[in-house]
């Protein structure tokens, strides 16, 4: 008795765990297919950035610049300019208004390329000072000790670009993160609201 008891309650309870499963895989399995070309991949991304990673290791360490402080800021700068030229820009096309939209355009592409000439520089010398400081403080990799050589730890390459995006799905009842997902970083806002649209049906 005690035998087919305990087999009856086996069944049920494999029955009612795999029914619990199926609308999770079911849901996984849509989900994936949704976000799978949009996907963002780490190991694509690093594997993408060896060839800089090992230009500057074999020269990036003889180049140098006195006016080092000045060219990260100019940039900053420009980073700050582009953002507000780009909110005048919607301003102008979501409301309307009046300005003089050609001309804010052509400083915006003009700044873009000033930034874009730039950027490799800043990376280069913001990387630097990182090294720098990791080792006035001592911080190398534990394997130099046995190969003779010191170098930085973690492995460091700094890159200034936009993050990934975030999906994040919840249930529509409570606040709670069932998934994140990373999406590429040059997604457009249509895209975008396109995958969130076609993961809430």
């Known amino acids: ?19 619990g499963c199926t609308p999770d895989r079911d849901f ?31 020269f990036g360490k003889h180049e140098r610049n006195d006016d080092q402080t000045d060219i990260v800021a100019e940039y900053f700068l420009l980073v700050e300019r582009i953002k507000s030229l780009e909110s005048e820009i919607t301003t102008i096309n979501a409301d309307n208004e009046q300005g003089d939209l050609a001309s804010i355009e052509a400083e915006l592409n003009r700044l873009q390329e000033q930034r874009m000439a ?60 069932m998934r994140e997902i990373t999406l590429q970083q040059n997604l457009g806002l249509e895209e975008m609201e396109s995958i969130e649209a076609r993961v809430d049906k």
């Open 28 to 58: 996984d399995s849509r989900l994936g297919s949704i976000v799978k070309p949009y996907r963002f991949s780490i190991v694509k991304w690093e594997f993408k950035t060896i060839p800089s990673e090992a230009k500057q290791w074999l």
């Open 118 to 177: 730039l950027a490799g520089k800043v990376e280069r010398i913001i990387t630097r000072q990182i090294k720098e400081a990791l080792a006035q403080e001592g911080i190398f990799n534990p394997v130099d000790k046995h190969i003779g050589l010191k170098g930085s730890f973690p492995p460091l390459d700094f890159r200034l670009e936009k993050p990934p995006h975030l999906l994040v799905i919840s249930p529509r009842d409570r606040i709670e993160s």
């Open 1 to 19: 008795m005690r035998i087919r008891l305990f087999a009856a309650m086996s069944l049920l309870l494999v029955s009612l765990l795999g029914a």
